[in-house]
């Protein structure tokens, strides 16, 4: 009833874990069976090893957090060699993110990824600056996000996936944009940016000022962002944005994703995965759905 076939790729259920929030997969392996995990998507991956941003760098907030990790990696050689062939005893597929500073440095990270076997497909985080265009986000300029993902797409033998930022004017502008540059598929969205400062010491609770705000709190604004793009776009959409029930997963479908990441419901409660799958299964056989493709973007609206 689960088992999706997207883009190329074969997948035992389209629950899969979102960037950031399941490290390489191989730390959560203590608390859950990796196997019954659609795919793991990795912590973001640069050419170099980076150390990310001084703390403090993570605020709870009352229905999610705010993060400023500043894609804190031991860079994509180390993962290449320490880390797929871990990865590779499990069923569950593997999707490096990666990232960069410029287009070069994208296309570097995907020609290193290129040819390895245990890595499934690859997702780009538009979300980072651009240093060449004075240090605006990738994704927030419709040209400038095609021209990555053509980029990226000639530098690797990998199915793509571009990660949307909601921190735009029109996400359907580029997901359209990214989509007729030849991405295999999107996922929206990233964090929504946010802040918080403390009272009494008058300063921003994060040292970075701003941060990646997700969980619940964003579940409405990443649904309604799902159904518009997946309305706009013929290529698959990857749900993401405060999942933490299978509850939640359904409205996703339902607004037209063919597969959802859980992000930070991970920190909270590491066994969300297997729940969600199991929930999702009784769920299609209580609604009579035969597969779980039945129910994407089965919304009735009237």
Known sequence: ????????????????????????????????????????????????????????????????????????????????????????????????????????????????????????????????????????????????????TEAVKKNTDKPVIVKLSPNVTDIVEIAKSVESAGADALSAINTLLGMAIDIYKRKPRIKNKFGGLSGPAIKPVAVRMVYQVSKAVKIPVIGIGGISTWEDAVEFFLAGASAIQVGTANFFNPKAVEEIVKGLEDYLKEMDYSHISELVGDLRES
């Open 1 to 148: 009833m689960l088992k999706v076939k997207l883009f190329g790729v074969e997948f035992e259920n389209p629950v899969w874990t979102a960037s950031g929030t399941f490290g390489f997969g191989l730390e959560y392996a203590p608390f859950i069976d990796l196997n019954k995990v659609g795919a793991v998507c990795v912590k973001g991956l640069s050419i170099n090893p980076r150390e990310g941003n001084e703390p403090p760098r993570i605020w709870e907030t009352p229905c999610g957090m705010l993060n400023a990790i500043g894609l804190q990696n031991p860079g994509v050689e180390y993962f290449i060699e320490k880390i797929v062939p871990e990865l590779q005893k499990y069923k569950t597929k593997v999707i490096a993110n990666i990232y960069g500073s410029t287009i070069e440095e994208y296309m570097a990270v995907a020609k290193e990824l290129k040819g390895v076997d245990g890595v499934d497909a690859v997702e780009l985080n538009i979300s980072c600056p651009n240093v060449k265009k004075g240090g605006l986000a990738f994704g927030v300029d419709a040209k400038e996000a095609a021209k990555l």
